[in-house]
């Protein structure tokens, strides 16, 4: 079995890894850290340099430091060691006066050894328990301080707080004064309140006064003085005595010309924080930061940078130039191999010096195949070589047409193809023509189109000329003709008079303004979309005499090919037409006719009967008044009201006869706004003499206040009745018991297809349609009669729907028993503004 062994690849130092790295990156990101790196690197050389001096800086602050605040320290040393001997020797005065072995002329004495061996010590003053003022002495060369005087009392102020706090601590007390007693400005003094005890009872203190300022010039070492700026402050820091140096911006004080001032301060023992020694060190040179060597290495490293920084910038000036021609370049290129036009370049010799891809694509022949190539070139078609090469002559010199050429060209495969070529002069960036630029484009496909469209017209124009219509354009506003038919040609000859009569007796919608564009026009009609009527088209029918015909016509606005607004008749010869509607019109008539003489027939034996009782009822009257007159049995008065009741049975027999005669008259149709009440009234006194002979009654409701409709009443009548008689035949064919012969007619308004319509409904207690009478109920020549004719219901939904209403009938049921029919039909109210619609009852009103 064979044994795979590992095989260990030599690791990678970190150089051989930064080379694969940085081979790995573009050529602009090595530019571009090539300039950074120089750049990084004096920066962090800047840095370096910066840090060391910051170093160095730091450290001299912390020596001198170091050194003021020894020397400080020192000082504040002498300056309590001073005080504290001359603080014991008050103390010893003190208990000497205390112990009275000292009276006023030996307390003279001893302040004057005193002050002869402090030279800051300016008085010396013995004041007793009351305040009072028992001896004092001054120095003499301290002639700015003022002498206590003798025998009067401590004055009110520094001195007289301090004398009270050394009375209550039995202590000695420091204090500091600046103020005279009457208020005035006196140089800064130290005061030293030493109590006198008597047997441990305070007699008094002792009061030594130091010049602050003397004390600054005997207690200060001179060679500390020297070094430092030594001075004295009080607890608020205001200057008492010495120099200072002001400070300066610590934020600059690593920079040579902001060095910062190294201070340290501490309280003077025993007096505390009331006198504080601060001492300041002397900047007497710049030392190493001040020095040339940093601002030369600070101008180097600024050049220096600033020179790869402008050396940087223009790199990438540069950078950005050759990708901003790059990407011209491959713009122009990518232009041009993605353009479908073929572009070929010519020298002024006609040798081919440039071919772009759709050339290459066009003609099958390579780019190398074709650049450097003269006349004849492999693309020309050997038929046509010696054509093509005058044309070349002719672009060589300038002589081309600006439309352009049109030629064969012949691809690599030997197949032809039509194209077109312009051209135009060459001309280089300093305006030298160099060649010719020619572009070509292949027309096989539009000539194709072209010759598809020109037959395609062809057909059309045939197509209109063979038309049964006449078709007429013409401009608006001008009698030209722009196209016309052949039928048009034959009515109306050439001209656009035809065309203007047809208009102008139609009355076709006007033009529209100047305002509305053709983006309004619907894709249909030439009409803009706000000027169209409510049908998808509009036209007028017109009798021309000249013609003898019956003509539809038809118009459209349309863009003429040129842009201008154009009419577009068509007119149509409907005599044929108008002639069979003629015809069906008086048909139909015919037949309303004959269904009402069919009812009428019908009724014959009902109407007998009805006449019968008033023609009886005047033969018994006339034979009565003959036989009483005969026998001289009657007087006027009586003979007057026999006749007066013989004259009421003959006007009713007159007028059943006169509402049969009305009814069943042919007369022409007649619609008018009638009232619904009395077309209902008219159709109930016909209807009542079917309904009795049959024993059927009759219960009618008719809403108040109902509008008129448009209708013609004689053929409303003829439904309605219609409609009464089959409930009462119905009902009869049910042999239904005298309480359920009841046949109901109600009339309300209501609404129908979103609009107030006026509802008839007849409603009778027979047995109901069948199912399948049901579905052909409406049929003509249908009848479930054995003697009907089956046109009734028939030529009654035909009268109603031509008055734009609707029929409809509905059996009635108790739960699963069939209790009657229900014939209904609705006729639309004509719209109502103003109080005509105020006076229109609601729904609610009419079905109450």
Not at 44 to 69: G, K, M, T
Not at 77 to 82: A, M, Y
Not at 120 to 125: A, G, K, N, R, V
Not at 288 to 299: A, D, E, H, N, Y
Request: glycine fraction near 6%; hydrophobic fraction near 40%; charged fraction near 25%.
């Amino acid at each position: 079995m064979p044994v795979t062994l590992p095989i260990s690849l030599p690791k990678q130092t970190p150089a051989a890894r930064l080379r694969a790295w940085w081979r790995k990156l573009t050529p602009q990101r090595q530019d571009r850290l090539a300039l950074i790196a120089p750049l990084t690197a004096v920066g962090l050389f800047l840095v370096a340099i910066l840090a060391a001096f910051a170093y160095l800086r730091s450290e001299e602050i912390a020596r001198e430091q170091e050194a003021v605040r020894r020397d400080v320290e020192y000082t504040q040393q002498r300056l309590r060691l001073r005080l504290m001997e001359r603080q014991e020797q008050l103390q010893r005065a003190s208990r000497e006066i205390g112990n009275r072995e000292v009276d006023r002329d030996d307390f003279q004495a001893l302040a004057e050894t005193q002050m002869g061996e402090a030279p800051e010590l300016h008085s010396l003053t013995w004041v007793d328990a009351r305040r009072r003022v028992q001896a004092s002495l001054g120095n003499a060369a301290s002639t700015a301080f003022t002498l206590y005087p003798v025998g009067g009392l401590l004055p009110a102020g520094d001195a007289d707080a301090a004398f009270s706090l050394a009375r209550d601590l039995q202590q000695p007390v420091y204090a500091l004064s600046q103020q005279r007693p009457d208020g005035s400005e006196l140089p800064p003094t130290l005061q030293v309140h030493v109590p006198i005890r008597d047997h441990s009872r305070f007699a008094g203190i002792v009061l030594a006064e130091y010049s602050v300022d003397a004390l600054f010039r005997y207690g200060v070492p001179a060679e500390v003085s020297a070094r430092h700026a030594i001075s004295f402050h009080d607890s608020a820091g205001k200057l008492l005595a010495g120099t200072v140096i002001p400070n300066r911006n610590p934020a600059t004080g690593l920079l040579p010309w902001a060095s910062p001032v190294n201070a340290y301060e501490v309280p003077v023992s025993p007096v505390g924080n009331g006198l504080v020694v601060r001492g300041q060190a002397y900047r007497t040179s710049l030392g190493l930061i001040g020095s040339g060597l940093f601002w030369l290495v600070i101008s180097l490293s600024v050049v220096t940078a600033w020179t790869l920084i402008a050396n940087w910038r223009h790199t990438r000036r540069r950078l950005q130039a050759q990708q901003a021609l790059v990407s011209e370049t491959s713009f122009r290129r990518a232009m041009e191999n993605s353009m479908l036009t073929g572009m070929r370049a010519l020298d002024l010799q006609g040798r081919i010096t440039y071919v772009n891809a759709a050339f290459c694509q066009m003609t099958g022949w390579n780019e190398s195949d074709l650049v450097g190539r003269t006349a004849p070139f492999p693309y020309w078609p050997d038929a046509d070589a010696d054509m093509l090469a005058a044309r070349l002559e002719e672009e060589l010199t300038g002589k081309s047409t600006a439309g352009g050429i049109q030629m064969r060209v012949k691809r690599r495969d030997g197949t032809l193809f039509d194209a077109r070529l312009y051209v135009s002069p060459l001309i280089d960036a300093r305006g030298t023509q160099t060649g010719w630029m020619t572009s070509m484009t292949d027309i096989t496909e539009p000539n194709r189109i072209r010759e598809q469209l020109s037959a395609s017209h062809e057909r059309f124009t045939t197509v209109l000329e063979a038309l049964d219509a006449s078709i007429s354009v013409a401009p608006l506003g001008s009698e030209e003709l722009l196209f016309a038919n052949k039928l048009y040609r034959q009515w109306f000859g050439t001209l656009a008079a035809g065309h203007l009569r047809l208009v102008a007796q139609a009355g076709v919608p006007p033009p529209p303004s100047e305002d509305e564009t053709l983006d309004d026009v619907d894709s249909f009609a030439g009409l803009p979309t706000n000027l169209l009527p409510e049908a998808e088209s509009e036209s007028a029918e017109i009798y021309l005499e000249s013609l003898g015909k019956w003509l539809e016509v038809r118009a459209r606005y349309l863009s003429w090919v040129d842009g201008r607004l154009a009419q577009m008749v068509i007119a149509t010869d409907i005599t044929a037409r108008r002639l069979a509607e003629e015809q069906s019109a008086a048909q139909t008539e015919r037949a309303q006719n004959a269904s009402r003489l069919i009812t009428m027939g019908e009724m014959a034996s009902s109407v007998a009967h009805e006449l019968n009782q008033p023609l009886t009822a005047i033969n018994n009257y006339c034979n009565g008044m003959v036989s009483r007159i005969k026998a001289q049995q009657i007087s006027e008065t009586e003979l007057l009201g026999a006749l007066e009741k013989t004259a009421k049975q003959a006007q009713r027999a007159g007028q059943i006869i006169q509402r049969i005669r009305s009814f069943v008259k042919r007369s022409e149709t007649n619609r008018a706004m009638s009232e619904v009440r009395l077309m209902v009234d008219e159709a109930l006194e016909l209807a009542e003499i079917e309904l009795r002979r049959r024993n059927v009654r009759l219960s009618h409701y008719v809403a108040p206040r109902l509008p008129q409709v448009l209708a013609d009443p004689i053929l409303i009548e003829q439904v309605l009745l219609n409609l009464l008689k089959n409930a009462a035949e119905s009902i009869d064919a049910a042999q239904r018991p005298s309480a359920q012969r009841h046949v109901k007619l109600r009339v309300v308004l209501t609404r129908a297809s979103d609009r107030d319509v006026v509802e008839f409904s007849v409603t009778d207690t027979g047995r109901g349609l069948a199912p399948e009478v049901l579905g052909r109920l409406y049929e003509a020549f249908y009848s479930t009669k054995s003697d009907g004719m089956g046109i009734g219901l028939s030529l009654c939904r035909s009268i109603v729907e031509s008055h734009l209403g609707r029929m409809t009938a509905e059996n009635l049921y108790n739960e699963n028993d069939v209790t009657g029919c229900c014939f209904s039909f609705w006729l639309p109210c004509p719209p109502l503004t103003g109080d005509a619609a105020a006076d229109r009852p609601t729904l609610q009103e009419s079905l109450r």
